[in-house]
């Protein structure tokens, strides 16, 4: 409504201006209009009028006669509103006027009409004219040609004259309009001033509010407002939240406020009706009030009576506080108290209490019995000289070595009793300024103690053949530093040993293959007799052998290769993104000739699209000489399977087989370099014994690792897992690993 107010009331004034702008032009034309009629009639009145005689033509003259006639003929008020009236002759000139202007008869009235005008020569027929328009002396004229062409009548009016009333009017609409204008802008700028200041106010008032409820709310604090002679009370609402209601702005009824008051605390009743016979004005009192969920808050209650100024009536009006807590505290705190006394009077060791001034505050029974105190000497409050005085003292023995003594915090002595007893006493001070005691019986320590300087005696004879034997003992510790010393040494030749075997082997392999691929190509081209026909059957079963055992030897001497670049950290990754399921395709399919020749079936299942970061033709290799021997070790007929799946954040590929198996003491044997484990299977398939261990290492080098699981008879299944995602320095090239790139 404050905004709808200010725009009804511009929307108003913009159209009462538009209503009264339309109305001012109607009336502009009405006007305009009225005087083209006036003009119009007075002429055809005078025209209808005006008629002369042949007599009266000779006897005083034309022009005498027609002044007479315009005289005669004119009709009342025609020349009021500056009209102004001409009678012409045949031959133009004006011979009559009214009102007489003796300053325009005898000239032509085309000196006034203008001589292009058509009026004074179609008449009536071209109607009202406007002479000089667009000036300030611009005039409304009509011409009409009398009968008997005695000549013609012109009737001429100033705009201004015509429309002086109408201007009149408007100024005094435009005045009226303006003013109530001024006056609505005025009420409008009022009103939206005392809206602004009202929202304003209101803004100040909520956030006050807020503000109030705040504290209220984080104080666990309400306010209420108890109307005594009409039982309504007003809550405020966070005092509706501490007992888990809806707030709500409406007045709360005396049954509704006494239904949630615990009936054994208070009587809301009595009270009201003892603040008003009493005339006592404050009440601080707590009683529990029920919860929406069914338990009872306990609610501290500090008001005071007022009077109503205006009604006279009596208001209880005050605060109410969440006190459960307390409650809950201090309920907490009496079974603590009862819980530490029982602790207290439980414990073996006599204990006693003492406050600033040196009363008693509490003691055990155990304390009672040490010093024979009778009751009334044990009352809390007691001094402490009178309980001494009351007491059997002990035997109080020397300060021993050991013995700790402050007089100002804490001490800590030994005291001898009659029949032999001993305590060890424990006195420390508290923040009160007090102090506690604390006796422990210490006689079987005392006993011990004694058997122990028995024993520490034995014991010095025992240290002294001791240390005889550690003086042996270090000279053979020394005698075996120097072997460790002699043993790393020829560990760091034997490291050194195998490293420049390593490296033999791969320099030595780069040398094989040259003769090799000759050796296998030279065989093929015999075999295939590109170059004629070799003659006996027996030359091309030799090239065959020839050609498989150049093979053979091959991919032992890679192997080897292999395997010595990786031991001799000469081999790089090249990591990139790998999908999985088109790498596993692009192995099987490579193995599938060997597999199809024992008729064994490879199956690929559980094939993700999925993505690692990694060296592609590393994996290929994985994954090749893991089929390579899942095929080798599998009789005919068999079957090897492969999946891969995702596994956290690793990339998990399975080949498992149902070959001839492995012993599960052989497996920790398997994958390691020129490993092969013999029986009656294997002594058939020769081999490098390089597929596992060159698989594995390049399964470690990616940051995974490589997983065998197998029985004998039943088949062996082989799990790597390979990151998804490179660590940082493996994304861009990793120095020391290859994934057989010269393969």
């Not at 009659?418 to 005691?437: A, I, P």
């Not at 899942?630 to 007929?637: G, L, Q, Y």
Request: a negative charge.
């Amino acid at each position: 409504m404050r905004r709808i107010i200010p725009a009804l009331c511009i929307i108003f004034i913009a159209c009462t201006a538009i209503f009264r702008g339309l109305e001012i032009a109607y009336n502009y034309e009405s006007v305009s209009q009225k005087a083209q009629d006036d003009l119009t009639l007075i002429a055809t009145a005078l025209t209808a009028s005006i008629d002369i005689t042949e007599q009266e033509k000779g006897s005083v003259g034309l022009a005498s006669a027609l002044q007479r006639a315009l005289s005669e003929a004119l009709p009342p008020r025609a020349t009021s509103q500056s009209r102004q009236i001409l009678l012409a002759d045949p031959n133009g000139t004006i011979v009559a006027s009214a009102p007489t202007r003796p300053d325009m008869e005898g000239l032509k009235i085309t000196s006034f009409l203008g001589d292009t005008q058509p009026m004074t020569f179609f008449g009536k027929r071209a109607g009202v004219l406007t002479i000089n328009e667009g000036t300030k002396d611009a005039t409304r004229a009509t011409v009409h040609h009398l009968s008997n062409k005695l000549g013609m009548v012109a009737i001429m009016q100033p705009e201004k004259a015509i429309f002086a009333p109408w201007r009149a009017e408007l100024s005094a609409n435009v005045t009226i309009f303006v003013a109530t204008s001024m006056v609505l802008l005025v009420i409008i700028y009022a009103y939206f001033a005392q809206a602004t200041r009202a929202q304003q106010a209101d803004g100040i008032y909520s956030a006050t509010r807020s503000r109030i409820d705040a504290a209220l709310n984080r104080g666990r604090c309400g306010l209420f407002d108890w109307d005594l002679s009409r039982g309504r009370v007003f809550w405020s609402a966070s005092l509706y939240e501490m007992l888990g209601m809806d707030p709500r702005n409406d007045i709360m009824g005396f049954a509704e406020i006494q239904s949630l008051t615990h009936p054994d605390d208070v009587d809301l009743y009595d009270l009201a009706k003892s603040l008003l016979d009493t005339g006592k004005s404050n009440v601080d009192r707590q009683w529990r009030m029920r919860h929406i969920d069914g338990s009872w808050v306990w609610l501290r209650v500090r008001a005071e009576v007022q009077t109503d100024a205006g009604t006279n009536e009596p208001h209880l009006i005050g605060i109410c506080m969440d006190v459960t807590e307390q409650k809950k505290l201090a309920e907490q705190s009496r079974t603590a108290d009862l819980r530490l006394r029982d602790a207290i009077e439980n414990i073996s060791e006599a204990f006693v209490l003492w406050d600033a001034d040196n009363h008693l505050v509490m003691c055990n029974s155990n304390y009672r019995k040490l010093h024979q105190l009778p009751d009334h000497v044990v009352q809390s409050g007691t001094p402490y000289a009178t309980v001494m005085s009351s007491a059997s003292q002990p035997i109080i023995s020397e300060p021993e070595e050991g013995d700790h003594i402050d007089s100002d915090m804490e001490s800590s002595y030994k005291v001898e009793m009659e029949g032999g007893r001993w305590l060890q006493v424990s006195e420390r001070r508290t923040k009160d300024g007090g102090f506690v005691s604390v006796g422990t019986d210490i006689t079987e320590l005392k006993r011990k103690e004694e058997k122990l300087l028995e024993s520490e005696r034995g014991h010095m004879a025992t240290i002294a053949d001791l240390r005889q034997s550690r003086q042996k003992l270090e000279l053979q510790a020394q005698q075996l530093v120097e072997l460790t010393e002699k043993y790393a040494d020829e560990k760091t030749r034997a490291e050194d040993a195998n490293q420049a075997k390593s490296e033999f082997l791969a320099n030595i392999s780069h040398e094989l293959r040259t003769p090799l691929n000759a050796i296998i190509g030279f065989s093929d081209i015999m075999d295939q007799g590109m170059f004629g026909d070799l003659g006996s059957d027996k030359y091309k079963e030799y090239c065959k052998d020839i050609h498989s055992s150049g093979n053979y030897l091959l991919n032992v001497i890679n192997d080897i290769l292999d395997m010595s670049k990786i031991e001799a950290g000469r081999i790089e990754l090249s990591v990139e993104e790998v999908q999985i399921k088109q790498t596993v395709q692009d192995a099987a399919r490579i193995i599938s000739a060997t597999a199809s020749d024992k008729k064994i079936k490879i199956v690929s299942e559980n094939l993700p699209h999925m993505h690692l970061q990694a060296d592609r033709r590393a994996v290929k290799q994985i994954l090749l000489n893991l089929l390579a021997n899942s095929v080798k070790f599998t009789p005919e007929n068999g079957e090897v399977r492969v999946s891969a799946r995702k596994a956290g954040a690793f990339a998990e590929l399975k080949i498992t087989d149902n070959g001839i198996g492995i012993s599960k003491k052989d497996i920790d044997r398997l994958a390691k370099p020129f490993v092969q484990v013999e029986n009656q299977f294997t002594k058939t398939h020769k081999g490098s014994g390089l597929g596992l261990a060159i698989a594995r290492s390049l399964s470690e080098l990616h940051g995974g690792y490589m997983e065998i699981e197998s029985e004998v008879g039943k088949g062996t299944e082989v799990t790597i897992k390979l990151p998804l995602k490179a660590k940082s320095r493996d994304k861009s090239r990793l120095t020391g690993i290859n994934s057989l790139n010269a393969a």
